[in-house]
């Protein structure tokens, strides 16, 4: 409909809900206006669904000035309350990002916020349920009937750091990619995905991109599916051979070749890249030591250099990265090279806290001066909770850095801690 009491209907139709599917339904509309709002319901037998907004995108290559949105990843059920959600609803917005961690796999435990219903989940029947228990949420429920969303997994929808094949246990991978199909079909159900998307076994094609008329290209990436184990262990540690493995990879070769060609061929005036792990190479150890992620783009040193070297060479317009992943905020500068404090830099990361996981947070100053010295390349450092608001025009591009006060009770209100700003033209992000 084009109103939300649903009274100018523009379309509607039948579709069967499948026990093969969950009982889930993925409509694909067809025919309707560019870039403007529509509303739906479902209806089952005498029962009605709440009313639901969604918008469509301005034509290709027409001209845009605008374009808003937010981006979120990491709610841990039992870990807080998704307050943040309810705020991102109330927000003036296009569309939202999740960049993973939807569900977490593990346990219910006692004596938190809320608690997981049975098991580690492995089979169908647990990833359906988790995905039921989560989407429970109403402030959660608020968020998707109040915009369309973009999404993608990081690891969490399956199991921990997992790579590929490779589980966090290292079981056979024959076993591993069977508790994968049942993943990715149950992400598949609940997500708002279209029929292209639909898993065949253990595969699921998740990445991909659209344009929001001349304005932005997003390419929205997959760094879980096609990666190479970790390189020494999972954890931040010394770096070892297997951090500069040439055939190491994060993105897989198709899936790179599907970002490179796509951002040479972008005429957009900003190039969005949302994705999981953090891009910025960041030392954890202070002082003459240095320790860096393995299960993030430094642990890939090879396939990160070769990534900003691109950027730097073919100078896709205005590149940006979105990244959740780590629980805290971050502002950094893309550089192929850290060691040269002179090179250029070529994009800008914005990283966004969670939602819930890891429970109330700080912003503690305690160590984060320090690890700042050892990366100046880094702008920006926070672990409370929320999301990350977005607003760009032709002229530059805004991160919001919104933040509760607390997740361990509901309620919270929501602040502006800082905004960042990128202008069209010049890499770097400064604090406004
Ligand atoms: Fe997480
Ligand atoms: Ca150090």
């Not at 320790?291 to 090879?302: F, I, P, Q, T």
Request: charged fraction near 25%; glycine fraction near 8%; aromatic fraction near 12%.
């Amino acid at each position: 409909a084009r109103d939300e009491r649903m009274q100018d209907v523009v379309q509607s139709g039948t579709t069967i809900a499948t026990s093969a599917l969950g009982h889930s339904v993925h409509v694909e509309v067809q025919g309707l206006e560019p870039a403007r709002w529509y509303w739906y319901r479902f209806r089952f037998s005498s029962e009605v669904s709440t009313v639901g907004r969604t918008r469509t995108l301005p034509e290709q290559g027409i001209r845009v000035d605008r374009l808003r949105f937010a981006f979120a990843s990491c709610q841990h059920f039992e870990q807080g309350y998704f307050t943040a959600y309810k705020h991102m609803a109330e927000d003036d917005l296009d569309l939202v990002f999740h960049l993973g961690d939807y569900i977490y796999e593990y346990a219910g435990r006692d004596g938190r916020v809320r608690r997981h219903v049975g098991d580690e989940i492995e089979v169908i029947d647990d990833y359906r349920n988790r995905y039921a228990l989560y989407r429970s949420d109403l402030d959660l429920q608020a968020a998707h009937a109040a915009f369309p969303w973009v999404v993608t997994w990081d690891d969490h929808e399956v199991d921990n750091n997992y790579a590929a094949d490779i589980s966090e246990d290292e079981l056979p991978s024959e076993l591993f990619l069977r508790r994968r199909a049942a993943a990715y079909q149950a992400y598949y159900e609940h997500m708002p995905l279209r029929r292209r998307s639909l898993p065949i076994g253990a595969n699921l094609e998740l990445y991909r991109g659209f344009a929001w008329g001349d304005l932005a290209s997003c390419f929205v990436l997959d760094t879980r599916q096609y990666r190479t184990n970790q390189p020494c262990g999972d954890g931040r540690v010394s770096v070892c051979d297997g951090t500069y493995d040439p055939a190491a990879t994060l993105l897989g070769p198709e899936q790179e070749r599907w970002l490179t060609t796509g951002l040479d061929q972008s005429e957009t005036m900003w190039n969005v890249i949302p994705q999981q792990v953090q891009m910025t190479r960041v030392d954890w150890t202070t002082g003459d030591e240095e320790s860096y992620g393995m299960d993030v783009w430094s642990g890939y040193e090879v396939a990160r250099r070769r990534l900003m070297e691109f950027l730097a060479t073919r100078r896709p317009n205005n590149p940006i990265v979105l990244t959740g992943d780590i629980h805290s905020n971050w502002v950094g500068d893309l550089k192929v090279d850290y060691q040269d404090s002179d090179g250029p830099i070529v994009g800008t990361e914005f990283i966004g806290t969670s939602i819930s996981s890891g429970g109330d947070g700080s912003n503690s100053r305690d160590g984060v001066d320090a690890m700042l010295a050892d990366n100046p390349w880094v702008k920006f450092f926070n672990a409370q909770r929320g999301y990350v608001r977005c607003d760009i025009n032709r002229r530059e591009y805004v991160s919001d850095y919104r933040v509760v006060d607390f997740v361990t009770r509901p309620g919270s209100p929501i602040s502006n801690l800082a905004s960042f700003v990128v202008e069209n033209g010049r890499p770097g992000a400064y604090r406004r």
